[in-house]
């Protein structure tokens, strides 16, 4: 019998981890990862895992062919155990009813399907979403304000939409501990028997921030000095630059929130966690709005200016960066950190970059 592993995320909860492993045991597990709609993720700190899926993203229209391109290719490969991961099956399609509709009509066809994946704490889920949009150019979050929550943060609800919907799927939702737990759990989720291989090191990808670097960052977000879409780039290249100051590289990691948002999260989101409880079966005492249960986290520990002396210390390592890369997003960056350096001076700047891209951001050199 054909059966298809379906990996839904949620975001947050060590995807890239599991992929970056799945990219390094390659045909040695009995399971074959499914080419069609898969790509690289590049935006990663020390890898390229194979990563998202069209296949959770495409829109509606475009869905049923993409999937008929899948039971085509399982249908002649010569495994019968398929994998499909993509993160952003939560965020697109499992809080939409129709878009769960199309999902399951999709995978009807399939012998049999077994969907899984991890739930995060929503206060936790949201402040490592504050952190990674930061990092892909987004203005940082105001302490003052209630944290904006994504659709998937309402579990009971996405879950409902594949109860309601996944009739004859085999469902294996679990609560989310930390990236290094999910390894094991995963080869358990795609029947690969316990202690079969030897997994490889934890690897370092889309890790934390550091409270200094996640203030530097909205910083250079703040300044504006290129269109959202180039920014991704820029901050890949600020945490390559960061790898060489010890302070940014190894400090506390940045926590975006208080104890008190966090606790307001909690609240909010306690009807649809009692949900959770009540009908998916759940044990939420780690969800419980409770002070004990939200001072166990750090607290709020970003500063509202960035620390000069580290903001000095990054301008050779950019230098150095914009010598290697030579890139318009190279240049951004180094133009950045010398505004937040000494703002409108540029002395000396001029020899470390190509003329065409100083030209092209207009450079007071």
Same mark, same amino acid.
Request: charged share 20%; aromatic share 6%.
């Given at each position: 019998?054909?059966?298809?592993?379906?990996?839904?995320?949620?975001?947050?909860?060590?995807?890239?981890?599991?992929?970056?492993?799945?990219?390094?045991?390659?045909?040695?597990?009995?399971?074959?990862?499914?080419?069609?709609?898969?790509?690289?993720?590049?935006?990663?700190? /020390?890898?390229?895992?194979?990563?998202?899926?069209?296949?959770?993203?495409?829109?509606?229209? *475009?869905?049923?062919?993409?999937? *008929?391109?899948?039971?085509?290719?399982?249908?002649?490969?010569?495994?019968?155990?398929?994998?499909?991961?993509?993160?952003?099956?939560?965020?697109?399609?499992?809080?939409?009813?129709?878009?769960?509709?199309?999902?399951?009509?999709?995978?009807?066809?399939?012998?049999? #399907?077994?969907?899984?994946?991890?739930?995060?704490?929503?206060?936790?889920?949201?402040?490592?979403?504050? #952190?990674?949009?930061?990092?892909?150019?987004?203005?940082?979050?105001?302490?003052?304000?209630?944290?904006?929550? @994504? @659709? /998937?943060?309402?579990?009971?609800?996405?879950?409902?939409?594949?109860?309601?919907?996944?009739?004859?799927?085999? $469902?294996?939702?679990?609560?989310?501990?930390?990236?290094?737990?999910?390894?094991?759990?995963?080869?358990?989720?795609?029947?690969?028997?316990?202690?079969?291989?030897?997994?490889?090191?934890?690897?370092?990808? %889309?890790?934390?921030?550091?409270?200094?670097?996640?203030?530097?960052?909205?910083?250079? %977000?703040?300044?504006?000095?290129?269109?959202?879409?180039?920014?991704?780039?820029?901050?890949?290249?600020?945490?390559?630059?960061?790898?060489? #100051?010890?302070?940014?590289?190894?400090?506390?990691?940045?926590?975006?929130?208080?104890?008190?948002?966090?606790?307001?999260?909690?609240?909010?989101?306690?009807?649809?966690?009692?949900?959770?409880?009540?009908?998916?079966?759940?044990?939420?005492?780690?969800?419980?709005?409770? *002070?004990? %249960?939200?001072?166990?986290?750090?607290?709020?520990?970003?500063?509202?200016?960035?620390?000069?002396?580290?903001?000095?210390?990054?301008?050779?390592?950019?230098?150095?960066?914009?010598?290697?890369?030579?890139?318009?997003?190279?240049?951004? $960056?180094?133009?950045?950190?010398?505004?937040?350096?000494?703002?409108?001076?540029?002395?000396?700047?001029?020899?470390?970059?190509?003329?065409?891209?100083?030209?092209?951001?207009?450079?007071?050199?």
């Amino acid at each position: 019998m054909q059966t298809l592993y379906l990996h839904i995320g949620w975001r947050k909860t060590g995807s890239s981890a599991i992929q970056h492993y799945l990219t390094e045991a390659g045909s040695s597990l009995g399971v074959a990862l499914v080419p069609v709609g898969m790509r690289a993720q590049t935006l990663v700190r /020390d890898a390229s895992p194979l990563a998202h899926h069209a296949l959770a993203t495409t829109k509606a229209a *475009k869905m049923a062919e993409l999937w *008929k391109q899948v039971a085509d290719y399982t249908r002649s490969a010569a495994s019968a155990r398929h994998l499909v991961t993509s993160e952003l099956f939560s965020k697109d399609i499992l809080p939409y009813r129709e878009r769960a509709r199309l999902l399951a009509e999709n995978l009807s066809g399939f012998g049999r #399907v077994r969907v899984f994946g991890w739930l995060r704490r929503q206060d936790d889920y949201a402040a490592s979403l504050m #952190v990674q949009s930061l990092k892909h150019g987004f203005p940082a979050h105001d302490a003052g304000r209630d944290v904006p929550l @994504p @659709p /998937d943060a309402h579990y009971a609800e996405a879950l409902d939409n594949l109860c309601d919907h996944l009739a004859g799927a085999d $469902l294996c939702i679990g609560e989310y501990q930390s990236a290094g737990s999910l390894e094991r759990e995963f080869l358990d989720r795609i029947d690969e028997p316990a202690g079969a291989r030897a997994l490889p090191p934890p690897a370092r990808i %889309n890790e934390g921030v550091s409270a200094a670097l996640y203030g530097i960052q909205a910083r250079l %977000n703040a300044l504006r000095l290129t269109r959202p879409a180039n920014l991704p780039r820029v901050q890949m290249l600020l945490l390559r630059a960061a790898r060489g #100051v010890a302070q940014l590289d190894q400090g506390p990691k940045a926590v975006p929130i208080t104890h008190q948002q966090r606790l307001a999260i909690l609240q909010r989101l306690a009807p649809s966690n009692e949900r959770l409880a009540s009908r998916h079966g759940f044990d939420i005492t780690n969800f419980a709005p409770t *002070k004990a %249960n939200v001072e166990r986290y750090p607290a709020f520990n970003i500063a509202t200016v960035p620390d000069p002396v580290l903001v000095e210390a990054l301008v050779p390592e950019a230098r150095r960066l914009h010598g290697e890369v030579g890139t318009a997003a190279s240049a951004i $960056l180094l133009k950045g950190l010398c505004e937040m350096q000494a703002p409108r001076t540029f002395i000396g700047l001029g020899r470390w970059m190509n003329p065409m891209l100083t030209n092209r951001l207009s450079l007071p050199l």
